[in-house]
């Protein structure tokens, strides 16, 4: 068997495998190995992978070293990523921080909701590397205070995800804009016919490279499902229920439509829980600040539409709770592969009502297997609801309201069980000196 290929095989300069060592790499992922060389010999690439793969190291170390020699001109960045939501393109910014240490290239971010003054001072600097979002750039080119026709090497990033958003008209005027004669690397999660026709006019005679299905992050994520009844009230009790038993310190919320973002987050912080929303259509400091409180573990648990969580990259995100299926089904291999990062154990619960039939039977036919589905002892239903909190929000630990804990007398009847706490039960203001028959009992999840 031939030995592992190493960042030092894949030729890259002794400044970039020292970043890459602080990074803490030890090997470059299948990825990296594929795509990097391609990448160095100035070829057109189409990469078939998801985040979480290290595609975004695939680009940027070659891409450091290459741009190593040379300088910016004002107005005219030598090369442009782009990226479908801020969050990406920041996370790619704080990658190419990490990977360029050791060199003097300068990087710009130009994205929405941030102050555009900013933005356009570095841009008169000029930069070596810009990553932006493709409204914030059409804007700029509009306004004529970018010149793009020094753009060597162009990354279009999350190409599905742009075509999903209804990016492709602006990418195409930004293509538009770009000097024939430049290396382009396209990178998509999938690749349906759509995204191939997109590749054919964007690339020329590229090399391709693919990493295995992106469902395979199953491997370190436990997946179960729960049934409930359709309505609000029930499903917003499963989940309670379901945080209850495991008490994440990190945990991703997911919900198909953004307005019932925020009436969950509301719900979950009138019932003492910690937790805040995460959408498209909150501002860019908010959206800042959430995800800051989110990775720094301030809060602990954020509900979001997938606009804005996709591809995010906080490792230590123990659960993803889908509290609606989503309607695309990669959709939901890109929700549960928030968690169970970096080679870690993560759980994926989804709620299943019986108006989700069909997005589920989608969802089964994507990941090609069945889903462990849990079955919580009949849920009393409440009225209650919507009833004002009783407990402030608090983020203090196993006494948190947020840590309420069951009993942990639990029954084995041939059904796998999630463990459940065996602390006593601490009664909680939310439900007064009540509590719920069906949070005393035990849970089981049944195999199928
Ligand atoms: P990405 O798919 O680019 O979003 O990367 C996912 C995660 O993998 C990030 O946290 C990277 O820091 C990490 N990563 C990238 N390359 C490597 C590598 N060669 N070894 C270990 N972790 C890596």
Known sequence: MSAPTTFTDLGLSDALLDSVSKAGYSQPTPIQEKAIPYV?????????????TGKT???????????????ARARMPRSLILEPTRELAAQVGESF????????????????????????????????VLIATPGRLIDLIQRGKIILANVKILVIDEADRMLDMGFIPDIETIVGRLPPLRQTLFFSATMPPEIRRLADRFLSNPKEVAVSRPARTADTIEQAILRCGV??????????????????????VFCNRKRDVSTLQRSLERHGYDAKALHGDMSQPARTETLESFRDGKVRLM???????R??????????YNYDV??????????????????????????????????????LKLIEEELREVQLPEVETRAEDSAPPAVANTNSGPSSSHSRRRSGNSRHSG???????????????SFGDHTPAFLLRPLRVAQR
Request: net charge positive; proline share 5%.
């Open 97 to 128: 921080q990490k990977y360029g240490i050791n060199h003097k290239l300068t990087m710009a971010l130009l994205t929405g909701g941030t102050s555009l003054t900013d933005q356009e001072r570095k841009l008169e600097r000029g930069v070596d």
């Open 415 to 429: 059904s796998t069980q999630i463990q459940p706490s065996n602390e006593p039960h601490n009664p909680t203001a």
């Open 326 to 363: 989503p309607s695309r089904p990669e959709d939901y291999v890109h929700r549960i592969g928030r968690t169970g990062r970096a080679g870690r154990q993560g759980k994926a619960f989804t709620l299943v009502t019986k108006a989700d039939a069909r997005s589920y039977a989608n969802l």
């Open 231 to 252: 309505e609000t009230y029930r499903k917003r009790e499963a989940l309670r229920t379901l945080l209850n038993l495991d008490e994440p310190q990190s945990a991703l």
């Open 311 to 320: 591809g995010l990259d906080i490792p230590s995100v123990s659960h993803v």
């Open 57 to 71: 190291a695939g680009f940027t170390l070659p891409l450091i070293d290459m741009l190593a020699d040379g300088r």
């Open 40 to 52: 160095q010999m100035g070829r057109d690439l189409l990469g078939c992978a998801q985040t979480g």
């Open 303 to 309: 509900v979001c539409s997938d606009v804005a969580a």
